[in-house]
């Protein structure tokens, strides 16, 4: 057989959230658009603000010379310039534009990351639930990731998390808001999680990297703060994307932003910007840095993903649904009826309603929706995830 064993495993394995698209879609066919309620991916459904769309144009007509010609691998000077001015406000330390790499989207960015800290056989801690793809970039770059659960309400377990670092750690992987519960991790936390790396960093010889994935830092509610790793921890990163704040998905815009007080950090940055163009993705397109440069604290109407989550989380706290209203990001992760979760969301599936199994997501037990749809949607969704509550009862 022609395909390397390993991508067959990963085919096998691969991700529940492209599965239960990909079911919703036959579905569709099957029962029709409006039949069927597809909370499988996030895919943001809220359109960019109009001032993107402005920006693009703006450059587009300017016909500026070389604006599609070759650039530092690290991006546009100008554009992390830019970026530099804002984040050191939103992240309370002086950052400039040497300590950033523009990348193509956060997935870009974690690859870069991993490509230039880990040697074959270090360690990725994450704690779990989390993002299904973060196993496969770790294994892109000779890692190994592991796990360690969080608590109930999907704050940090810190003893949990100190007892699993080991001599092979060189990553702690975070992901606040959180994909797929919502939650945020809260600066206290953050701050002893820092002091734990510290502590082991020095017993092990070596520095422990504090690694935050961030594309959903904007969407947040209720006035919750995200606070800034770069105040808890020196050797520290922050990827992210304008996936979600611009809903701009499709354009592979992001970047890495490295501590300015993180060890050796003029050779890490030199190695993000070796391991952008050796990995393939070169630099980040051109004309999506352009934009981003004068976009930088723009967001979408984060009170749209609001009522959502409330809409959402109010009808299934009706039905008799047990979850945590998540403070961030825009996903709910109900616990499941029965104790397979995988089994409940094929009862689900019964009713048209398409959602991912916690198990996807090393979080068994739970089920994730995502709730960047139409408000109808939601509103006609509701007695479906009714019905299934209770033939999950009667079957238990």
Request: charged share 20%; aromatic share 8%.
């Amino acid at each position: 057989m022609a395909v390397a064993k390993k991508m067959l495993q990963f085919m096998e394995s691969g991700s529940w959230i492209r599965k239960m698209f990909e079911e919703g879609a036959r579905l569709k066919k099957i029962h029709g658009e409006d039949k069927v309620f597809d909370f499988s991916l996030g895919n943001p459904n809220v359109p960019p603000p109009e001032v993107v769309k402005q920006k693009l144009l703006e450059i587009l007509n300017k016909d500026e010379p070389n604006l599609h010609a070759y650039m530092p691998n690290a991006g546009l000077l100008g554009t992390r310039s830019a970026l530099s001015a804002y984040l050191s406000g939103e992240y309370g330390v002086a950052i400039e534009s040497q300590h950033l790499v523009v990348t193509c989207g956060a997935a870009g960015a974690l690859n870069i990351v991993f490509k230039s800290l880990l040697d074959p056989g270090d360690e990725i801690l994450s704690p779990t639930p989390y993002f299904v793809e973060y196993a496969f970039y770790a294994d892109n770059h000779g890692g190994v990731l592991k796990t360690v659960p969080v608590r109930e309400d999907f704050t940090l377990d810190l003893e949990g998390m100190a007892e699993a670092i080991g001599p092979k750690t060189k990553i702690i992987l975070i992901n606040s808001p959180n994909n797929p519960t919502g939650q945020i991790y809260s600066e206290s936390s953050l701050q002893q999680l820092g002091e734990i790396m510290s502590r082991k960093s020095r017993e092990y010889g070596h520095a422990i990297y504090l690694v935050s994935d961030e594309p959903y830092r904007k969407i947040v509610y209720d006035g919750t703060p995200v606070p800034s790793i770069f105040q808890a921890y020196t050797n520290s990163l922050v990827v992210t994307s304008y996936s979600k704040d611009l809903s701009l998905p499709g354009e592979r815009i992001g970047f890495v932003a490295v501590s300015p007080q993180a060890d050796d950090a003029p050779n890490l940055i030199n190695a993000l910007s070796l391991a952008n163009r050796i990995l393939g993705f070169v630099n980040a397109p051109s004309l999506m840095q352009r934009a981003i440069a004068d976009l930088q604290g723009i967001c979408v109407d984060v009170g749209i993903y609001k009522r959502k989550r409330d809409l959402l989380a109010e009808g299934l706290l009706q039905a008799g649904y047990q979850l945590t209203v998540p403070p961030g990001a825009f996903y709910l992760f109900p616990r499941s009826p029965l104790k397979d979760d995988v089994q409940f969301v094929k009862l689900l599936q019964e009713e048209n309603v398409l959602v991912v199994p916690g198990s996807g997501f090393g979080g068994p037990g739970h089920f994730r929706i995502a709730y960047c749809v139409d408000d109808r949607t939601i509103e006609n969704s509701l007695p479906a995830f009714r019905r299934a509550l209770v033939r999950a009862r009667d079957a238990s």
